[in-house]
């Protein structure tokens, strides 16, 4: 038997395989979502007690948010001021600590230069001291030279 097979009779079977391919594709996935649903379903079955309770709480829950939001707005229109009064403070303390800061490095400086100008004066009065001892010294064995040539002036004659 001969059979004659035209492009368009290929192509008709090809879209026919296709079609069937689709088909079982779509009836695969309207199973597993009917199984989806009947979980879904068993689930909300065993659960009504729940939901219900839950869906009878809803208006209360909403309310007590509504409650709880105004309460935050409440407290939050009363701390405002206090916040922005204690921001004001800590600015000002910031600033007066700033102040003692500088006083105090200013003091520390002052009291540095004040040591070193002391300590200075007092090293200096040091080495003149010494000095003047040694000059004092120097005078005396001047005097005791000057007495013992004179000491021995008398012995000669």
């Known amino acids: ?3 004659t097979l035209t492009v ?12 069937i391919g689709a088909l079982t594709y779509l ?3 309207l199973k597993n979502l009917n199984k989806i649903i009947s979980k879904a379903d068993t689930i909300m079955e065993s ?7 839950i869906l009878k709480q809803l208006p209360t829950i909403s309310e007590n948010v ?19 009064s204690t921001v004001c403070n800590i600015n000002e303390i910031t600033k007066d600590i700033s102040s003692m800061t500088d006083s105090i490095e200013n003091t520390t400086h002052k009291a540095y ?6 300590a200075e004066s ?7 001291f010494q000095n003047n001892i040694k000059n004092f010294d120097g005078y005396l064995k001047l005097i ?6 004179i000491k021995n002036i008398i012995k000669k004659r």
Request: glycine share 2%.
């Open 1 to 3: 038997m001969n059979a």
């Open 8 to 19: 368009q009779d290929l192509f008709r079977l090809i879209l026919f395989l296709l079609g």
């Open 27 to 29: 009836i695969l996935i």
């Open 47 to 53: 659960n009504v007690k729940e939901i219900d309770s």
């Open 66 to 84: 509504q409650s709880i939001t105004k309460n935050v707005d409440n407290v939050l229109e009363e701390i405002a001021p206090e916040i922005n």
């Open 113 to 118: 230069e004040t040591f070193d100008i002391v």
């Open 122 to 128: 007092i090293s200096e009065t040091a080495f003149s």
């Open 144 to 149: 005791l030279d000057i007495i013992d040539s």
